[in-house]
């Protein structure tokens, strides 16, 4: 069983940054593709980025290209989305998920590709 604590999420203006960060315990992290996602009120869930296991491959929603920044360290069990240039409109709920197996790079984008998923951080971007 994967266990997953997201943090870092907070209220920010916008043209801000902000960088979540989530913390894997059980289950074999190195292996996993891991991805964040968000949901705002009344809108359904949104893949914004992920990495490989290895961390070789990173995809990034359409919304987010050139402003995220997603990094994984296998040593210490993390993954970490850096958010830049913050717009009102990335306010949401963000979500850690890890894949419970090894998967390939077009599968990250896939809510359905994963196992396991924390319970959120909130990020509030005002304009």
């Known amino acids: 069983q994967v266990t997953l604590v997201e943090f870092g ?3 920010v203006q916008a043209g801000g940054s902000l960088t979540l960060s989530c913390a894997a315990s059980g289950g074999t992290f190195s292996s996993a593709g891991m991805g964040w996602f968000r949901q705002a009120p ?12 290895s961390g070789a491959y990173k995809y ?3 919304s ?12 210490k069990n993390t993954v970490s989305l850096q958010m ?11 979500y850690c998920a890890a ?9 990250l984008r896939y809510s359905r590709t994963y196992a396991y998923w924390g319970q959120g951080t909130q990020v509030t971007v005002s304009s």
């Open 9 to 11: 999420g907070g209220l």
């Open 84 to 94: 830049n240039s913050l717009k009102p409109e990335d306010t949401a709920l963000y």
């Open 64 to 75: 987010v290209k050139g402003r995220f920044t997603i990094s994984r360290d296998n040593a």
């Open 99 to 107: 894949s419970g197996q090894y998967i390939t790079a077009p599968a």
């Open 60 to 62: 990034y929603g359409d």
């Open 42 to 53: 009344g809108k359904e869930r949104e893949f914004v980025a992920g990495t490989t296991s």
